[in-house]
């Protein structure tokens, strides 16, 4: 008889993150029967979307379940301000106490809970490997971003033993591991720059890599071999194992979406022609000045082509709101914009993107470089043309255009904080570079969305590597 395996995750309550370990734990399930999942759900109020997620999610495997653990004080409102990674170090190491109290309990209730297997982390509760060493577990590392990311922390603690300060921008490019070319220091994450607590939360958590059993990547080999290969090739690095795309298929809509206007955006789509409209959508958190999004309308534009663009403002509490209004749009964007563009572009809040990406009539993509985002679109066929915010994407930029020729370059480096304003001018022309029809970058990408698919087939490397992951899983299982 087969024994039953039990795995914990604990996703941080960000949107991205959250969905991406709720599709890798269906994954697991539905490969392997042996498994069951439970999910510590941890609160915050400043990202609602996990908890609607979750109360949205029909959950009928009854080998998926979630645990609430309570809410607990979050860290200063100024500490977010000087680094918003160090701030959720620090929130998510709050939960600690929490998250060892709900897995003991689960250990020391075997007739209602299948044994344990391990503990399974997200990037920002790597902390909680303390937790999993006190109570006799393994824990791995479930990583939402790509390889190339996972270079840069597995670099972090050689440099700071080394150098043992915060990068500079003046400082030469870099040799990461898993980067083929030099990566020049201003398209890093802006945490290992930052002098106020970002630089150390960082190194605290690439200290951290080391010590799992192994390394999950949403990612496929074929997508970064020279990565892939070079984790291979160093005996210290614990296994990688790459099992993405690992993305919602079925398109469930976004818990913030107006339903009503998801129709209209899926009607309005099916009336353009095939491959003639570009999306511009920039995540969960992305959106732009004034005078920003005057440039991107006078780009949109001068560019001749048919848009639908996600466009979210801030409203009086600093939340992003849903669709703007007309009357509002009319005060930020250039004079008689709306009225010009007519039927040509279709402006809204949120968007279905997996559902958008996935439509006939797109043709390109302007993106912020999530990691998921790069995902669909690869998935779906459609190229990118790279304007990265925040967090790790101007790294997800570089790679695209410089490493695997897959994207557009727009911006790689990109600093919103910094005042960077980017021109009506350069839109214009990504936007008509990512459209073009024949180019080489539009031929790869479709080759790559076909590659992708193939992964997950039986046979395909990543679900060769989910497999060995469920082999390893069971043999590093406490006896």
């Known amino acids: 008889m087969k024994r039953s395996e039990q795995l914990v995750i604990v996703p941080v309550p960000g949107y991205g993150h959250y969905k991406s370990a709720l599709e890798f734990a269906k994954r697991l399930i539905r490969a392997d029967d042996r498994f069951s999942v439970t999910i510590l759900h941890l609160r915050s109020s400043f990202d609602p979307y996990p908890d609607l997620l979750k109360k ?29 990674e160090n701030y959720l170090v620090l929130f998510y190491e709050s939960f600690i106490p929490h998250v060892k109290d709900a897995i003991t309990h689960l250990i020391s209730n075997p007739d209602s809970s299948p044994p344990l297997a391990g503990l399974v982390l997200d990037f920002f509760c790597l902390p909680m490997i303390d937790v999993a060493m006190d109570l006799g577990l393994p824990s791995y590392l479930f990583l939402t971003s790509g390889a190339g990311f996972l270079g840069l922390m597995l670099y972090l603690p050689t440099r700071h033993t080394q150098i043992g300060t915060e990068f500079e921008d003046s400082d030469p490019d870099v040799e990461l591991p898993g980067f083929a070319n030099p990566v020049p220091v201003r398209i890093l994450p802006g945490a290992v720059s930052n002098k106020h607590g970002g630089y150390a939360a960082f ?86 000045g004034d005078a920003q999004l005057r440039e991107m309308a006078l780009g949109l534009e001068r560019s001749g082509q048919r848009f639908l663009w996600a466009l979210r403002l801030r409203g009086p509490d600093r939340k992003l709101d849903g669709p703007p209004d007309r009357s509002t749009l009319a005060k930020i964007l250039p004079e008689g914009f709306l009225d010009r563009m007519g039927e040509r572009g279709r402006i809204c809040g949120w968007a279905p993107q997996m559902e958008v990406l996935a439509h006939t009539s797109i043709g390109g993509f302007v993106s912020h470089c999530g990691w998921n985002s790069i995902l669909e679109s690869l998935w779906n066929g459609v190229p990118m043309a790279t304007w990265p915010i925040y967090a790790e994407q101007q790294l997800n930029a570089f790679g695209l255009v410089k490493e695997l020729g897959l994207a557009v ?44 698919k193939r992964a997950l087939m039986d046979g395909g490397s990543s679900s060769n590597s989910l497999g060995r992951l469920i082999n390893d899983i069971i043999i590093n299982h406490p006896n």
């Open 409 to 452: 370059e727009l911006r790689l480096d990109y600093r919103q904080q910094k005042g960077d304003l980017v021109t009506a001018g350069e839109i214009e022309d990504a936007v008509r570079g990512v459209m073009e029809a024949d180019s080489m970058v539009r031929k790869k990408v479709k080759e790559m969305g076909e590659i992708s």
């Open 203 to 288: 190194v605290k958590l690439a200290q951290r890599f080391r010590e799992v059993k192994g390394i999950i990547v949403n990612t496929f080999a074929e997508l970064e071999p020279y990565a892939i290969q070079s984790f291979a090739d160093d005996g210290q690095i614990p296994p990688v194992y790459t099992v993405g795309p690992v993305l919602d298929l079925g398109g469930q809509a976004h818990p913030g979406s107006d339903q009503v206007d998801h129709g209209k955006i899926i009607e309005w789509l099916d009336a353009q022609p095939e491959s003639s409209v570009v999306f511009l959508c920039f995540g969960s958190w992305g959106n732009f």
């Open 56 to 84: 949205s999610l029909l959950v009928s495997d009854t080998r998926l379940r979630f645990i609430d653990l309570p809410p607990v004080d979050p860290p200063p409102y100024h500490l977010g301000q000087q680094s918003i």
